[in-house]
């Protein structure tokens, strides 16, 4: 038998046909009516319930456990041994001890995972539109009651995306200057193009871009999964950009003057894991100083994927790769976006998606070994993770000024590691430690029979 495409518009002209002498079954007859017939973007993205397995006791599948954090704290001893035979000892003091890992009390004090008390509201008070980006229909098998917990995060990234204070990075992206760069192209075997210098803001560009924005809405899809976990490098994953293969339509989306490509973006599964778990739970039972880290976190990721869609739906044909962003010696667009809007790189502490131990930032690239700064992560106060999330902020940001966003370094330090200290109890046996008995202890922790620790 001979199938042919009913499809309006098929470049290809694809026919099927049948050996000579063998009968199609019916069933795979219909199949292949069926796969040949269905486009990606005919398909539905989102149903209201989903069919998302989700762990009866919403536990995170990424994570520091105690294995990966002695072998985190092996490479960095080994780390220390070789910038010592070099003679490099910016980060060796006697007097004060190194410090790998978070040190948990430090992180308390420094109101990394709770709220000062002159802080900010303890909830997200933006109330700006959503950009069709991040409609509910993009968000693959995604429940609405898990769309509605994350749109304080999509909000938040839509002003990041679309605000004038936060504008330079995308109109850079977009209309910066991008040239040759032999060094970079000298090492990478392949032509390496890179941007220089800032566009700062302009309105006829500003909508231009809410234009392609909208434009991208189209192609674009999200959706939750299991990234694997680190095996060779301490690097976690948390979200992924790629181009969507469409074998059918082989050429890009044609809207117009734009010519778009399909992008798919995957988002950690402990992301849906968290929003499920808070969109459960009473108001009451709810710690709102997590949330506001989740969804500050979520945003920053989701935006950080969507620099990387950005490059890809209009680099056709991928003759390059992403551009080079200043001095960077790393083409990495979303990278540059958190550094820019942010002043460094923002992950959770003790990889926990869910940001139950805090969040923290550090200078990107990696410091190299003969760096006498090191690789120093610091927590992000939770009085910058409510005030962003506050629409007054956004009112009375300072377009003028690059640094608006930028995190201030003030909270508790670790070197290397972006872990908290699991060795800060090396002995439980101690009274003074977790005996909950003993009433002259004045440390502001305590370590309890059943485990817990406790203000």
Not at 287 to 292: E, S
Not at 336 to 358: L, N, Q, T, W
Not at 408 to 432: H, I, N, Q, Y
Request: a negative charge; aromatic letters at 10%.
């Amino acid at each position: 038998g001979e199938l042919k495409s009913q499809e309006a518009g098929d470049v290809l002209g694809t026919t099927f046909k049948a050996p000579v002498g063998h009968l199609l079954d019916a069933d795979v007859e219909q199949l292949m009516h069926h796969l040949h017939e269905t486009q990606l973007y005919d398909s539905a993205t989102s149903s209201q319930k989903s069919t998302r397995y989700v762990p009866p006791d919403y536990s995170m599948q990424m994570h520091v456990d105690s294995q990966a954090y002695q072998d985190l704290i092996a490479r960095g001893k080994t780390y220390e041994e070789q910038r010592i035979k070099k003679g490099l000892t910016g980060l060796i003091s006697k007097k004060k001890k190194l410090q790998h890992g978070f040190d948990p009390v430090q992180v308390i004090r420094k109101h990394a995972i709770n709220l000062p008390p002159d802080a900010p509201p303890d909830v997200s008070t933006l109330e700006n539109e959503i950009i069709p980006l991040f409609r509910w229909e993009n968000f693959h098998d995604c429940a609405l009651d898990v769309y509605e917990q994350i749109k304080p995060a999509l909000r938040l990234s839509s002003l990041l995306l679309t605000h004038r204070a936060s504008s330079t990075f995308w109109h850079t992206l977009a209309y910066g200057k991008r040239e040759s760069c032999r060094r970079t192209t000298e090492q990478h075997g392949i032509e390496c193009m890179r941007i220089a210098e800032d566009i700062q803001w302009d309105k006829a560009h500003a909508d231009y871009l809410m234009t392609y924005f909208k434009t991208l809405s189209k192609q674009i899809h999200f959706h939750f999964d299991l990234l694997q976990a680190p095996t060779i490098t301490p690097s976690y994953t948390y979200g992924l950009c790629a181009v969507v293969r469409d074998y059918k339509n082989p050429l890009p989306a044609d809207n117009g003057s734009y010519r778009t490509q399909k992008t798919r973006i995957c988002l950690h599964t402990d992301f849906y894991t968290t929003a499920k778990r808070i969109s459960t739970l009473d108001k009451r039972n709810v710690d709102p100083a997590m949330v506001l880290r989740f969804n500050f976190f979520l945003a920053v990721n989701i935006t950080h994927e969507i620099a990387h869609f950005f490059e890809l739906a209009h680099n056709f044909p991928m003759r390059l790769g992403e551009v080079f962003f200043y001095r960077n010696q790393w083409a990495e667009s979303g990278c540059a976006f958190e550094c820019k809007v942010f002043g460094g790189r923002i992950h959770p502490i003790s990889a926990r998606i869910d940001c139950a131990y805090g969040l923290a930032t550090y200078d990107w690239p990696p410091h190299d070994e003969d760096d006498p700064q090191g690789d120093i992560h610091w927590t992000i106060p939770m009085e910058y993770i409510t005030r962003i999330q506050q629409a007054s902020t956004w009112d009375s940001a300072d377009p003028s000024d690059p640094a608006v966003f930028f995190i201030p370094r003030t909270g508790a330090r670790s070197v290397s590691l972006c872990a908290l200290d699991m060795t800060m109890w090396e002995d439980e046996a101690k009274a003074e430690i977790v005996d909950e008995t003993v009433e002259s202890l004045t440390a502001p922790l305590r370590r309890l029979l059943s485990g817990n620790i406790v203000k």
